[in-house]
């Protein structure tokens, strides 16, 4: 894997995006975020990835249990039933790992609750199958502040690179005048928190100078 030059930055065509157990038992007792904090990045950067037809898995494990995927995701992809699975470590399940390897991206942007469990095994599993990791730590958590931050230098030591959702999109984006443009300007004022805030105050201003 590049770590630096143009070669080391997302690009949509190498990507592919699997969220994993962002379910209602792993956001009870996460303490690492505030979990409306987590759903909201993770939202986003699902709704990023269908912008720049970025190829999302969805998976689940012991759901009978655990409780379906958050409404939010599943009604993104209505037509994809997650994955549910008994292995903790995702990338031990062949049917996730054959959609991955059949897509033939190896871009892979992982995120999971919990950070020191469920994303930290698949992501380092996953490097000694050649792919490229991206952790998305703002759209995953741990059962506490320590639990997530030893997990992402664990990851990183290992070959992994830390990224946040906004970061992800904009790398894909690269370019303001790529037709993508509309499609992350409605992600962010609907899931950028503060940026949506700002982008509003832009685009009213524009109105304004529009009508001048």
Known sequence: MSKNGLDALLRPEDSILVLIDHQPFQFATLHSHEPTM????VVGLAKSAKVFGVPTVLTTVLEERGGYIIKELQDLFPEQKPINRTFINTWEDARVTEIVRTSGRKQLILAALYTEICL????IHALAD?????IVTDASGGVSAEAHDMAVR???AAGCVPITWMAVMSEWQRDHARPTGEGIARVVAENGGGASVALAWELQLLATHAHA
Do not use: S
């Not at 987590?38 to 990045?41: A, D, Y």
């Not at 930290?120 to 992501?123: C, G, L, S």
């Open 120 to 123: 930290a095994m698949p992501a």
């Open 154 to 156: 664990r990851m990183v």
């Open 38 to 41: 987590v759903i909201n990045n």
């Open 130 to 134: 050649g792919y490229d990791v991206f």
